[in-house]
């Protein structure tokens, strides 16, 4: 076994410095270059590497010494300090919570305001439960229904997937709070977490500079979508999820991703989703044959894969037990109308629709289409598939709430803000646009419209 | 270095993780569910979940298939057209929730024609009821709208499933020698066309079947 210390090179500047078990069939390559030399990773990365003890093929007995000197000669040569090097870029947490706590103050804000003026009712300062939210609440009161007892006739709360909802319950068995609210701090706790780990990964695989990312981050607060983050709903817990397992898959951890990823899909079906991603992603990172080699040598990927859909299998056999269907959650989709379809058809069918709802959901749509196209080309290929089928699956069966599924897809503020990062004069529009979209959903919520849902 | 674990400990999760799976994928293939919901849900041939008295049927009321009803299931039907509603797949059903069931044996009485290709000569359908087969009917080319009764028995009823306490009947009609349209170059369609039913009226065997404005 061989040591190499590796460099990552971002823009001429080294960012990074981190030493690998080499296998010997992928640095033989390079070894002509001599001890030093440089090279392309799969993900088109430029390393400078520097081998350990010049090449000496080392002894298990002298690992740990010789790695050190490895990584302190290679990081002396790019003058960076071995422990700085390795840290991964500060969260400035104080800027996120700032934003978070403004964000969410001036949305439901206008949501509550604007309900005031535009209803005939009073609103109630928790508005935010409505739709989808009674539905959990009636999960966290009373568990999982034995028959369908709800409205539409046919329709029961199997729908749902357990997560968000179990967690709602022990908060609200720990902290004995109303689950309204122990829902409200479920979904704002996991957004604002979302929003740490959203910078950090935009920053570890976009660009560091931190501008940029903050401006991102700030774009995802402001979402059009964003009171679906705010309200007791599964959407910033699957935005939370769905970023853990990048961020940990993006660098090696695979083991937390392979968890992150199963508590994903016990969250909403589309979790599974990060299975193929993860492979994406891994793929991305390394050549196929090294892949294969250090998957026979010890299996990590794999197993982080086969630990993806515990969360869907789990609750799948829950469902069995309870009343007798596995698939349950899927079969009782026919109650809502929601039957399989071919996705553009239903697409097209939106397009020409004259109900503005319906053409808003389309028009959504197909900007989460382009957005795909254009993660292709910028050739993020993990998070391209992500918004693609996240957006193709739901939309095989029905256009309805098609803004909910495609807001709380994280890869789409990451090309936003890849779109927009350099021009000042595009950063304030999009935030500006954002920032009213937001605005009029949040009203649109307080005055319990249906197209919002 | 902290010591990694070998290799062996995540593959014996792999195998063991795959083996949960393959359970759950079992059970989920083979559902322990009654018929009603297995027709709803899985088949999604039961066209409204029964609750609601969506589906309820007062027995002796003539059913007009010119008419939208809700009784027809969600596959096998064509819109409805002039004079009633053609069969377009080879297996076509009804639910109907009655207000009321006798404790004896019914009839159904039926008024239909049915599509025969040219080289079939003739037609066969067979009418179910809860899954027990009531009889046949053939219609022969240039035959017109034939009016015709069967017998249900007390025990096919009897073997309805409930909801809420109330049974759901299910009609079945299947045509035994299928011919689409296109092998007598009616049409170029895959399309089916079978039975042609006009009306349709379950009744206890002493009363008359009337219609619902009467």
Redesign the interface.
């Known amino acids: 076994m061989l040591f190499a210390a590796i460099l990552y090179r971002h823009r001429g500047q080294v960012t990074r410095c981190f030493a690998l078990n080499v296998p010997g069939g992928w640095f033989s390559a390079n070894r002509r270059n001599g001890c030093c030399g440089r090279t392309r990773g799969a993900d088109d990365v430029e390393y400078s590497f520097t081998l350990a003890a010049s090449g000496i093929v080392m002894q298990s007995g002298n690992?740990?010494d010789t790695?050190l000197s490895c990584i302190k000669v290679a990081c002396q040569s790019s003058r960076l300090t071995g422990d700085s090097s390795h840290r991964p870029a500060p969260v400035p947490w104080v800027s996120i919570l700032v934003i978070f706590l403004s964000s969410r103050l001036t949305i439901w804000s206008a949501g509550y305001l604007g309900g005031r003026a535009f209803g005939t009712g009073l609103i109630e300062p928790l508005y935010l439960c409505r739709h989808d939210c009674l539905w959990y609440m009636g999960i966290v009161a009373n568990g999982y229904q034995l028959a369908?007892e709800g409205v539409p006739?046919?329709s029961a709360n199997w729908a749902f997937f357990p997560l968000y909802p179990l967690l709602v319950r022990a908060l609200t068995a720990i902290v004995l709070l109303d689950p309204v609210i122990a829902g409200l701090l479920v979904s704002n706790l996991s957004f604002a977490l979302a929003l740490c780990v959203f910078y950090a990964y935009y920053r570890k695989t976009v660009s560091d500079d931190h501008r940029s990312a903050l401006y991102a981050s700030t774009l995802l607060c402001y979402s059009p979508g964003t009171i679906y983050f705010m309200a007791p709903y599964t959407e910033s817990l699957f935005l939370l999820l769905t970023l853990l397992t990048f961020h940990l898959a993006a660098s090696n951890r695979w083991m937390l991703a392979g968890i992150a990823s199963a508590c994903l899909t016990a969250t909403r079906m589309v979790g599974v989703l990060a299975i193929p991603s993860m492979l994406l992603i891994a793929l991305q990172k390394n050549r196929v044959g090294d892949l294969i080699h250090s998957e026979?040598?010890?299996?990590?990927l794999?197993?982080a894969l086969?630990?993806a859909?515990?969360g869907l299998?789990g609750f799948?056999?829950f469902l069995?037990l309870q009343?007798?269907?596995?698939?349950?959650f899927q079969?009782?989709q026919?109650?809502w109308g929601r039957?399989f379809g071919n996705p553009f058809t239903i697409l097209w069918q939106g397009l020409q629709n004259r109900d503005h709802a319906h053409f808003w959901y389309a028009l959504v749509t197909v900007l989460a289409l382009l957005a795909t196209i254009s993660g292709v080309v910028r050739r993020r290929y993990a998070e391209s598939f992500l918004i693609g089928a996240g957006v193709l699956i739901p939309l095989s069966s029905f256009l309805f709430s098609m803004p909910r599924y495609v807001f709380s897809l994280f890869p789409l503020y990451i090309i936003l803000g890849v779109s927009f990062g350099h021009n000042e004069a595009g950063r304030a529009g999009a935030i500006g646009i954002s920032v009213a979209a937001a605005c009029i959903y949040a009203i649109a919520w307080a005055l319990d419209q249906g197209f919002v849902c | 270095?902290a010591m990694?674990p070998?290799?062996l400990p995540?593959?014996v999760?792999?195998a063991v993780?795959?083996a949960?799976?393959g359970v759950?994928w079992s059970?989920?293939l083979n559902?322990?569910?009654d018929r009603l919901?297995r027709s709803?849900?899985?088949e999604?041939s039961l066209p409204?979940?029964?609750?609601?008295r969506?589906l309820t049927y007062r027995p002796g009321t003539l059913i007009d298939f010119s008419k939208v009803n809700p009784y027809l299931s969600r596959r096998g039907w064509s819109e409805p057209e002039t004079s009633g509603t053609w069969m377009i797949e080879q297996k076509a059903e009804l639910f109907v929730v009655p207000d009321s069931v006798s404790e004896g044996d019914m009839e159904l009485w039926i008024q239909a024609s049915a599509f025969v290709p040219v080289l079939h000569r003739r037609t066969t359908v067979e009418i179910s009821l809860n899954e027990r087969t009531l009889g046949r009917r053939v219609f022969r080319q240039h035959d017109r709208r034939q009016d015709f009764r069967m017998a249900v028995p007390a025990e096919a009823l009897d073997a309805s499933p409930t909801l809420l306490g109330r049974k759901v009947i299910r009609i079945g009609f299947e045509v035994l020698d299928p011919g689409p349209p296109a092998r007598s170059r009616f049409s170029v369609g895959r399309k089916m066309l079978g039975l042609h039913l006009y009306s349709l009226c379950l009744a206890d065997t002493t009363h008359r079947c009337e219609r619902a404005d009467e």
């Open positions: 690992r740990i790695l369908p006739p046919g026979l040598r010890c299996p990590r794999l197993f086969a630990l859909p515990l299998a799948m056999l069995y009343m007798g269907d596995a698939l349950a079969h009782v026919v109650a039957e | 270095m990694m070998g290799p995540r593959y999760g792999i993780l795959c949960f799976y759950v059970l989920a559902p322990r569910v919901y709803y849900y899985i999604k409204q979940w029964p609750a609601d969506q």
